[in-house]
């Protein structure tokens, strides 16, 4: 076992766990309501900032503060929500799937994580990082799923190069 193993091993681990703790609910509730926020600030913010404008004076600053007050207010809405219902599936002796899906939402979160990592050290562009990484066993088979994670990046982000 590689020291990359072992990183890589205990990062997928560690989401499993906080997924399991967390839960299902709660995991997707906080995902879910963070999309749904960026949805309805990105739709609604434009009617909110002039009211927000007397307190944030520039017209750009109250557009952004209303995008981030509607993302937050809709975010915490869904979460509350997530634990309303985690309570409800609980209170009927449910909890166990709950804490179940948690798990395996977390064991995929940290493979969607480990995966960005190795992505991350396959683009460095030094050939005994890329041999460190195909000799590991989860690295080298994240590594080879790369280019099929890759294209489904739309082709106008592959070679974005912010700097």
Do not use: C
């Amino acid at each position: 076992m590689q020291p990359l193993d072992l990183l890589l091993g205990l990062l997928i681990a560690w989401f499993g766990f906080m997924g399991m703790r967390a839960g299902l609910l709660h995991e997707s509730a906080t995902l879910v309501g963070f999309g749904l926020g960026l949805l309805a600030g990105g739709r609604f913010y434009e009617k909110l900032a002039p009211a927000l404008a007397p307190w944030l004076g520039s017209r750009t600053l109250s557009s952004l503060g209303a995008f981030l007050l509607i993302l937050l207010v809709t975010w915490v809405i869904v979460v509350f929500l997530g634990i309303m219902l985690r309570d409800f599936m609980r209170g009927i002796h449910l909890g166990w799937l709950d804490y179940l899906g948690g798990l395996v939402f977390g064991l995929v979160k940290g493979l969607f994580l480990a995966e960005i990592l190795v992505l991350v050290l396959m683009a460095i562009p030094t050939n005994s990082l890329h041999e460190t990484v195909m000799r590991s066993i989860i690295g080298g088979r994240l590594a080879r799923l790369g280019p099929d994670i890759i294209a489904l990046v739309p082709p106008v982000l592959r070679y974005w190069k912010p700097f």
